[in-house]
């Protein structure tokens, strides 16, 4: 089992609709080889709605989990109370998808790991050399970056210092640092 990193992901629950929307190349408009898919869900009855969501027949996007299956990370926590630490711990965990809860189903003991989650930063690259800037360029000029995108921005959201950010991957981060702009 190889759970990815849980850094820097409050920003990425953050960023609208729209910004993903922005993204979407069903049939491969462009030519690029690429084509990105929103997938849309249906809400579980304790998720709260982000600002000004896109939905379609009734079915918001997901954006965390396995292919995109999950809508937010306050669902990706529940799940992974529910479904694995249920498996790892001697008693099963009861704390979501059971009716009633204190904020529209919301355990705070879930909620406290969210925030924490949400607020959790993205590490910085630890070295800084050469070797690091022209691998950043490759990444770029391989197309990696066509998915793994450069930069993002977040709409508006609860957390302050969280809302309306622009934010870059290491890749981007690599690039200004050297005072070159790749992808
Ligand atoms: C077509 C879209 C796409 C392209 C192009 C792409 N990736 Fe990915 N990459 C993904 C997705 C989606 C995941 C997450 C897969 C998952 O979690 O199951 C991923 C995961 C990864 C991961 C694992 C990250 C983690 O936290 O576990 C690495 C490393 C990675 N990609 C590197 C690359 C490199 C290097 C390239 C270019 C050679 C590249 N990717 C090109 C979509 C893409």
């Known amino acids: 089992m190889l759970p990815p990193a849980n850094t820097g992901l409050g920003f990425l629950d953050a960023v609208s609709d729209a910004e993903i929307l922005l993204y979407a190349d069903p049939t491969d408009a462009n030519n690029d080889g690429i084509s990105g898919v929103p997938n849309y869900v249906s809400l579980k009855s304790y998720v709260v709605e982000r600002s000004n969501s896109i939905t379609q027949n009734g079915k918001y996007i997901a954006r ?100 309306n950010k622009t934010f870059f991957s290491i890749q981007r981060f690599v690039a200004s640092r050297y005072g070159t702009r790749s992808g």
């Open 64 to 163: 965390f989990g396995k292919k995109a299956s999950t809508y937010n990370l306050l669902q990706q926590t529940a799940q992974a109370y529910n479904q694995i630490l249920a498996l790892l711990l001697p008693m099963k965990i009861k704390t979501l998808t059971q009716a009633p809860f204190q904020i529209r189903g919301l355990h705070q003991t879930v909620a406290d790991v969210v925030f924490y989650l949400k607020t959790l930063k993205a590490p910085i690259p630890r070295i800084e050399t050469t070797e690091i800037l022209s691998g950043s360029k490759l990444f770029a000029n391989v197309g990696c970056d066509k998915c793994h995108r450069p930069e993002m921005k977040t709409g508006v959201t609860e957390i302050a210092a969280l809302s």
